[in-house]
């Protein structure tokens, strides 16, 4: 059966799919673009900054169709890469790097091969039909390792994609599992950029009814877990000391792991025998290497999730088209204590070196 949320974000990432597709097929859509009125041009202290958004959906509905995902006509509503791109000039961002949120962790390697070759096509061609405006991450089938390894090099190589995009889990499985080493492997020798997002099917459907009700629960609190669950198996489980090279950028702020890192060291100290991997070093001392999106509402968060990470790991995240803000810009601006240079990086100088985007 499908949930509300499901439903939601089936319907907003089919929006984005279809302005992916009209984008693809249509080239003029750059030139419809630049008739719009108004863009925000972001400066800091006199300089222009180009901003990069590394949380941005879309989906490609002909990819879809081959799991029996249809789109609904509630997505028409946003059906032009115009309109995405008028949505990114009224709020001051320049650059999408645009990802699909797995959805084929279920298919067999026949189909999943088939269904990323769409996908990555697709997304190379929208990029190419505006290229100022759009990178992307490859979509790759990682329930197939060694395949998804494949996918993440030809992505890469052959389409001009910037990284890969995963789920927090793969059908129930964690990340850090071994089986998944070749991808991460892969990732590590490429030197380019995984972009981690909760799975539906991740923390929020393992808890099950506990967060059914009011609230939303299943995404406020499920999709955050998911993602806290994800990045603490690849500390704990040691695959980030196994590949240290990896460059990992975690949706929503990292969920809840930088809001109360200091007990993921204290755990260790207080039960060392439940850490039976020894690790390189503290597990908060991982939260330095790993990038974390900007999504997390308030001042106070961000200035907190600075301070637990550093100024240099934090990327702006809209989760465009869902809309949870409209000023992630200003509120990078509006942190207080952030230096000229630590709100330039983080409004897109960070993420325009991890993606490979000329500033
Ligand atoms: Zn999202």
Redesign the pocket.
Known sequence: MTTRREFIEESAGAVAGLAFVTCGLTGPASAEAQTQPRRREVVVNGRRVKTVDV?A?CAVPEAMALMNRKVSPETLLMSKASDRIRAMDEQGIDVEALSINPYWYKADRDVARQLIQIQNEKLAEACAANPDRFVAFASVALQHPDLAAEQLEEGVKKYGLRGAGLGGSVDGEELSSPRFHPFWAKAEQLGVLVFI?PQADGAPATLGNRLKGSGGLENAIGNPLETTIALSHLIFEGTLDQFPGLKICA?HGGGYLPSYAARSDAICVTFPDRCTKPLKKKPTEYLRQLYFDSLVFTPEALRHLVAETGSGQIVIGT?YP?PWTRTSVDHILGTPGLSDDERIAMLGGTAARLLGIKS
């Open positions: 949380h959906h997002h949706a989760d869902f």
